[in-house]
């Protein structure tokens, strides 16, 4: 057995070179931030060591808290419209992509994808433009279809602004769960279902009891890296709303209130300790997260060798 | 032959369901790409008209590539992705193969250390980055960029990699063994060729990020020789906010690039993919 051999070197070798890359880079800097977020500024400035208070006066005091949870409630949202909406519309895209023989499907993969490539800058331009009430498409498409009086300043109005971001998001970002499943569809052996189709079964049940068992362990990524990559946004709301998450806050998430807090905007100064310190509190929710998935779901998927 | 019957009706809903969303997905880019090639008083007069002989100008491009130097910004573009997205490939994979194929103590721990990167974002750490570069001396350098992006797209490469690893038939590499391969042979010449699929996928997803971002450029890399095409992009949306020609004009340039990176490594995935895998 493997287990016997004295040392095993290569897998050292393999290991070696994104490990130290990433130790060196990523998580000595991002320990660097965590210790801080236990510092604080004292008297004259000098830095002092104040244990949990950063997190203290973050959940606890109203200056900050109510800024920290309305940021917290609407990441949770933002993260909920993506897996109702994004996530089963990828899936069915896949789906129906991988359809045997299907014609011009590269054509139609590479289509849907093309907004997942396309730099924030672009999108938040983009959709201002389309979504703006002057210049607007919008108001003009719905008028043309007789629904104008369906239209409003979405992305002025708070109470359908960050709806309207999250959308723009999914439209966005609806590439990367169809492409993981496609990929994962496309490598279900033929084997499986030429027997299945023998059995008689086809078309949609085919899809529901054959494929999607199989690719359960692909759903389960995209779930996690929606979820971290949801709680780690910020670019899309901060090009089309900027740093402040207009209006009144109504688009704040986790990444917009942290950037103003580390960088600082118009009338506050950065603040590196509180800053640090909401940096934690996302690393924790995402920890967190991320642990659920890897102990509570991982562990249970029924993984298929072929 | 009522399947087959069934079956045509089911193409042309499955072309009727992909047709509708691609033009969802495109029509705003479209906006952008037809709207570049007007003229100004077109633009705000009919946004959706096709640039036809009567309102068709230029002057969006002229400008664009009139002001900055555009075709190194590419370069520079093309230089930091390419680079990082080999050292993730390689490296990812390396580790990943390490992780999933052999039973060691830590095995579970160092995955797990590996997939804290997934979880937060490299900027949490940018003050401390840029110190390091500064001592360094890689302030200014596409070599900083390149470190940055290698670390911050390796956690995912491994964390994808390895779970598709993990559906490569034991029965092949064992097979590999016996015939006398070394654990290096095995991976470059048999696993490394199964997974390329999802090698492609994981390429395309680490390359787009990168392309796109502007964090790190502006702040590791922002003089003249080593601005990313994104930087350009956004310092001259910046000093050219009103003049939308020159705006549109440079967003749609922005998008071709990485457009045709995306093809060619959709190209190889589709390969990977009629290559066969072990049936």
Known sequence: MAARKPVRWHIAVFLAPAVLIYTAVMIIPLFGTLLQSLYNKGEGGARVFVGLQNFATLFGDALWSDAFWNALGNNAWFFLIHMLVQNPIGVALAAILSTPRLRMAAFYRTAIFIPTILSFVIVGFVWKLILSPIWGIAPGMLDAVGLKMLFAPWLGKEEYALTALALVSVWQFIGIPMMLIYAALLSIPDEILEAAEMDGITGMSQFWKIKLPLILPSIGIISILTFVGNFNAFDLIYVAQGALAGPDYATDILGTFLYRTFFGFQLQLGDPYMGSAIAGAMFGIILIGVCVYLFGIQTRLRRYQF | ?279
């Open chain 2, 1 to 279: 032959m009522a399947n087959a019957r069934l079956s045509t009706g089911r193409k042309i809903a499955a072309h009727a369901v992909l047709l509708g969303y691609t033009l969802i997905a495109l029509f705003p880019v479209f906006v952008i790409v037809i709207n570049s090639f007007k003229s100004r008083k077109a633009i705000f007069a009919d946004p959706l008209a096709l640039p036809l002989p009567g309102n068709f100008d230029f002057v969006g491009y002229r400008t664009v590539m009139k002001q900055g130097d555009f075709f190194l910004y590419f370069q520079n573009s093309l230089t930091v992705t390419v680079g990082s997205l080999f050292c993730v490939l390689l490296f990812g994979a390396m580790a990943a193969f390490a992780l999933s194929e052999y039973r060691f103590r830590g095995n579970s721990l160092m995955g797990l250390y590996l997939a804290l990167g997934i979880m937060i974002p490299i900027r949490l750490g940018t003050v401390a980055i840029l110190e390091l570069m500064v001592s360094a001396g890689l302030v200014n350098t596409l070599t900083a960029l390149i470190l940055v992006y290698s670390a911050q797209g390796l956690p995912l490469a491994v964390f994808i990699l390895s779970e598709f690893m993990r559906s490569v038939s034991d029965d092949l590499k064992n097979a590999g063994r016996i015939d006398g391969l070394s654990e290096y042979r095995i991976f470059f010449s048999l696993v490394l060729p199964l997974v390329r699929p999802a090698m492609a996928t994981v390429a395309v997803f680490t390359m787009i990020p990168i392309w796109n971002d502007l964090w790190f450029p502006l702040i590791l890399a922002p003089a003249e020789s080593t601005k990313t095409v994104t930087l350009g992009a956004q310092v001259f949306i910046g000093q050219f906010v009103t003049d939308w020609n020159a705006v549109l004009a440079a967003l749609s340039l922005a998008i071709v690039p990485v457009l045709v990176l995306y093809l060619v490594f959709s190209r190889q995935l589709i390969r990977g993919i009629t290559a066969g895998a072990v049936k």
